[in-house]
Structures are given as structure tokens and as C-alpha cells.
């Protein structure tokens, strides 16, 4: 990675991943949205529909992101890309405003400011969430950005017995190519070392492949029990609880070390919160929004909030955090649309989430897709975010 010279501000920003090794491991055998798991399509019954895919097998090791990006570091990598707040990226929607969508309004743009100074989070509270409004080309800019960029310091480190690597990056302004060329609409990774959107594989495997046993877990929270077990038993498959928020910060709560997530729970219970200058009482929330639904089919469908990364406490095998509830994960793994869907649109894979769900998002067989650039969806779905990955190796300088 190279650091070109630019006259705008750069914004630094700081990103800690975790190693994930065992280079070849095998992969898992699911069914799509099917609580179960093989250890090959071969034991899947005959004329299952949809057919059967094997995910999470990953030669080489990696490392990949312990939390989510969040809006705190989208905004100075807007402020860095688009310094002077044109948005000619198309990074920035005004779906995204506070001043039109108070509870969900992440990011907010100010046009007299100075240069490098025109996009703001919402309200405090939104910098330490995990941005919410993101397609695939965004996510991608985001990485070549980081690639471009030049690495000030690394540190390794363990922590909780996961080993852990912290990168401070200052951003680069160059951001639509890079590790991807973004005028190819199925762009890949064009470089063998540098930051990445993880693919389907890598954030399958560290979401939920455990090295010790060589199996999967159910959830990134804890292993549960798949009901196609033998041992199978509805009552001690243990699915994680939803998390509790402080209505004002969105900071979790309720952490103790039990399966957790931001998520609707088997009880019902889901995550919420709400910025203050939202709030229209202590324990209620503006239901104003873009779209002119009335308060009750507002509510209707917005209700869960996304938590403070990281909060939850809860590790994969691997020792991410939030790969299980908060925002559903884009990945850079292309594929086919589905059945019956013409046209030319890229599609992607996504994974993990989601706060606004139950726990079904949250198995490994939960095989999301979308078109990669979404444009209704980025609209109404304020859950969309990604995570950051490294493969090859980095260094400080780079």
C-alpha cells in the first residue's frame, strides 16, 4: 500500500482484528434458512429445496474484523473521501439525516463547514454503533480507502485469549480503486495482501467454526444444538437472550458473560434506544420518517435499535464480537440471484445480524443475498452494515 499525496485532510481511524487460523478446515453443509447442519451435502436428504451449499472452508489463514465498522469511522472516511462535502460517491442520503429520520438518522452533512469537516454522526450516541446504511460498492470504497492508506502503528496482542491486532490507519482519499476496482460492478480483490470485505467463507468460519472440536457452533455466541442433532432437545438448545439497552445511549446493559445478542429473543424481548434529541418522552421516540407511514405502521416495523459494539461480550470461536445480532454483514463472495430474477445486477452474499430478527439470522445456514447496490434497500433498512478484513500481511508504513 502506498500513500498518495492529497491537499484535503486525512482522517486516521483505528481498527483492531482477530486472527483465524487452521488453514483448511473443513467446511459446514447447510440448507438455507433450515436449522441444521452436515458434514456434507451428501447426507442431505434427496430433492431438498432450496439445494444445499457447503460454506466456511478457507485454506489460508487471515484475520478479520473483532467489531463492526462503526459510524464514528464512516464519517471520517466520508470527511476524508469527500472532504469538501459534494458527495460525488453517492456515500450520503438524506435518508440518513437526523432532520429526516430522528430515531435512525445516523449521519448528518453540513454544508457551510470547513474542509474536511461537513459530515457529523446524528447525535453522540451514534459513534460507537455500527453503521447502518451501507450497500457493497460503499463498503468497498471503505476498504480501498484503508488500503491506500498508510498504516502509522500495529500492535499485536492477546485479549481473553484471542489473538488480537490493532492498526491505526491514516485514511487515503483515493478510495475507488485499490483492493477493488469499483468500475467493474463485480469487482474482486485485486491484491494478494491488504484490507478487505471478508468473503463468505472467512466470516462464516470465524463466526462459528471451533477449531478444538472441528465442528461449528449454531450461533456466534455460544455452539447450541441443531435440530437435526441426535441429542437434539428444544429445552436445552440454548439460543442467545436479547440485549438490554440504556434507552438513551443504546449501551448494553444486561452483559454477564451468557449467551447474548442484539436481537428479537424466543421471549419476545429485542433491543431499543433512542437519541435524546429524538426522544419524545423518557421512554418514547419520534416515529417522523422519510417515508410518510403513520405512527402505528412506523412502529409496526421499526423497533429494534442497533447496540454499542462490542457490548454484548459474547465471542466467536474465534473471538469476534456482534457477528451474531446488531447489523447483518455484507461479505465480497458474488452470487447467483435468485430463482426466477433476470437482469444484470451483482449480487452478494450477506451474513449475521440482526437486530430487528430472531435467532434464525443468526445460524450458519442464514444465507442472505441482495444486489450489491440496493438502492430502496439502503433506504429503509438502517441494519445493513460490514466489517473489515486483512489477508496476507501488513505492516507499519504499508
Same mark, same amino acid.
Given at each position: 500500500?502506498?500513500?498518495?499525496?492529497?491537499?484535503?485532510?486525512?482522517?486516521?481511524?483505528?481498527?483492531?482484528?482477530?486472527?483465524?487460523?487452521?488453514?483448511?478446515?473443513?467446511?459446514?453443509?447447510?440448507?438455507?434458512?433450515?436449522?441444521?447442519?452436515?458434514?456434507?451435502?451428501?447426507?442431505?436428504?434427496?430433492?431438498?429445496?432450496?439445494?444445499?451449499?457447503?460454506?466456511?472452508?478457507?485454506?489460508?489463514?487471515?484475520?478479520?474484523?473483532?467489531?463492526?465498522?462503526?459510524?464514528?469511522?464512516?464519517?471520517?472516511?466520508?470527511?476524508?473521501?469527500?472532504?469538501?462535502?459534494?458527495?460525488?460517491?453517492?456515500?450520503?442520503?438524506?435518508?440518513?439525516?437526523?432532520?429526516?429520520?430522528?430515531?435512525?438518522?445516523?449521519?448528518?452533512?453540513?454544508?457551510?463547514?470547513?474542509?474536511?469537516?461537513?459530515?457529523?454522526?446524528?447525535?453522540?450516541?451514534?459513534?460507537?454503533?455500527?453503521?447502518?446504511?451501507?450497500?457493497?460498492?460503499?463498503?468497498?470504497? @471503505?476498504?480501498? #480507502?484503508?488500503?491506500?492508506?498508510?498504516?502509522?502503528? +500495529? =500492535?499485536?496482542?492477546? *485479549?481473553? !485469549?484471542?489473538?488480537?491486532?490493532?492498526?491505526?490507519?491514516?485514511?487515503?482519499?483515493?478510495?475507488?480503486?485499490?483492493?477493488?476496482?469499483?468500475?467493474?460492478?463485480?469487482?474482486?480483490?485485486?491484491?494478494?495482501?491488504?484490507?478487505?470485505?471478508?468473503?463468505?467463507?472467512?466470516?462464516?468460519?470465524?463466526?462459528?467454526?471451533?477449531?478444538?472440536?472441528?465442528?461449528?457452533?449454531?450461533?456466534?455466541?455460544?455452539?447450541?444444538?441443531?435440530?437435526?442433532?441426535?441429542?437434539?432437545?428444544?429445552?436445552?438448545?440454548?439460543?442467545?437472550?436479547?440485549?438490554?439497552?440504556?434507552?438513551?445511549?443504546?449501551?448494553?446493559?444486561?452483559?454477564?458473560?451468557?449467551?447474548?445478542?442484539?436481537?428479537?429473543?424466543?421471549?419476545?424481548?429485542?433491543?431499543?434506544?433512542?437519541?435524546?434529541?429524538?426522544?419524545?418522552?423518557?421512554?418514547?421516540?419520534?416515529?417522523?420518517?422519510? @417515508?410518510?407511514? #403513520?405512527?402505528?405502521?412506523?412502529?409496526?416495523?421499526? +423497533? =429494534?435499535?442497533?447496540? *454499542?459494539? !462490542?457490548?454484548?461480550?459474547?465471542?466467536?470461536?474465534?473471538?469476534?464480537?456482534?457477528?451474531?445480532?446488531?447489523?447483518?454483514?455484507?461479505?465480497?463472495?458474488?452470487?447467483?440471484?435468485?430463482?426466477?430474477?433476470?437482469?444484470?445486477?451483482?449480487?452478494?452474499?450477506?451474513?449475521?445480524?440482526?437486530?430487528?430478527?430472531?435467532?434464525?439470522?443468526?445460524?450458519?445456514?442464514?444465507?442472505?443475498?441482495?444486489?450489491?447496490?440496493?438502492?430502496?434497500?439502503?433506504?429503509?433498512?438502517?441494519?445493513?452494515?460490514?466489517?473489515?478484513?486483512?489477508?496476507?500481511?501488513?505492516?507499519?508504513?504499508?
Amino acid at each position: 500500500m502506498a500513500a498518495a499525496g492529497h491537499a484535503a485532510p486525512r482522517g486516521t481511524v483505528t481498527v483492531s482484528t482477530v486472527s483465524v487460523g487452521s488453514p483448511g478446515n473443513p467446511a459446514i453443509s447447510i440448507v438455507p434458512f433450515t436449522d441444521a447442519a452436515y458434514t456434507s451435502c451428501s447426507q442431505v436428504p434427496s430433492g431438498t429445496k432450496p439445494p444445499c451449499q457447503s460454506i466456511g472452508a478457507v485454506k489460508y489463514p487471515y484475520e478479520i474484523g473483532e467489531l463492526e465498522v462503526t459510524v464514528g469511522q464512516w464519517v471520517t472516511f466520508l470527511n476524508t473521501v469527500d472532504p469538501k462535502g459534494r458527495n460525488p460517491y453517492r456515500l450520503y442520503d438524506g435518508y440518513v439525516d437526523p432532520r429526516a429520520w430522528p430515531q435512525y438518522g445516523q449521519v448528518a452533512l453540513v454544508t457551510k463547514a470547513a474542509s474536511g469537516k461537513h459530515y457529523r454522526a446524528g447525535s453522540p450516541e451514534w459513534l460507537d454503533k455500527p453503521y447502518g446504511f451501507a450497500d457493497f460498492p460503499a463498503a468497498a470504497r @471503505f476498504a480501498n #480507502s484503508l488500503y491506500n492508506g498508510t498504516v502509522l502503528s +500495529k =500492535a499485536s496482542g492477546t *485479549t481473553n !485469549g484471542f489473538s488480537v491486532t490493532t492498526y491505526k490507519v491514516r485514511l487515503s482519499p483515493r478510495s475507488s480503486t485499490g483492493m477493488y476496482d469499483l468500475k467493474n460492478p463485480s469487482a474482486k480483490r485485486d491484491r494478494k495482501s491488504g484490507f478487505v470485505i471478508p468473503s463468505q467463507n472467512e466470516w462464516v468460519k470465524a463466526a462459528y467454526y471451533d477449531r478444538s472440536t472441528t465442528s461449528y457452533w449454531k450461533y456466534p455466541t455460544n455452539p447450541g444444538t441443531f435440530g437435526n442433532a441426535p441429542d437434539y432437545n428444544a429445552a436445552t438448545a440454548v439460543e442467545p437472550l436479547a440485549t438490554q439497552l440504556d434507552y438513551t445511549t443504546g449501551d448494553v446493559t444486561n452483559a454477564n458473560g451468557s449467551p447474548l445478542a442484539s436481537l428479537i429473543d424466543a421471549n419476545g424481548n429485542y433491543p431499543k434506544w433512542c437519541p435524546k434529541a429524538a426522544q419524545t418522552s423518557p421512554t418514547t421516540c419520534s416515529t417522523e420518517n422519510p @417515508f410518510g407511514l #403513520s405512527a402505528t405502521a412506523y412502529q409496526d416495523v421499526y +423497533k =429494534a435499535g442497533l447496540s *454499542t459494539v !462490542g457490548q454484548a461480550l459474547v465471542r466467536s470461536p474465534w473471538g469476534t464480537l456482534d457477528q451474531g445480532g446488531n447489523a447483518v454483514e455484507w461479505t465480497d463472495t458474488i452470487t447467483a440471484p435468485p430463482a426466477g430474477v433476470q437482469g444484470k445486477r451483482v449480487w452478494r452474499r450477506l451474513h449475521g445480524g440482526v437486530s430487528n430478527s430472531t435467532s434464525y439470522q443468526l445460524w450458519p445456514s442464514a444465507v442472505g443475498l441482495q444486489p450489491q447496490d440496493n438502492a430502496f434497500y439502503d433506504h429503509v433498512y438502517p441494519w445493513l452494515g460490514f466489517r473489515i478484513g486483512v489477508i496476507g500481511s501488513l505492516s507499519k508504513g504499508d
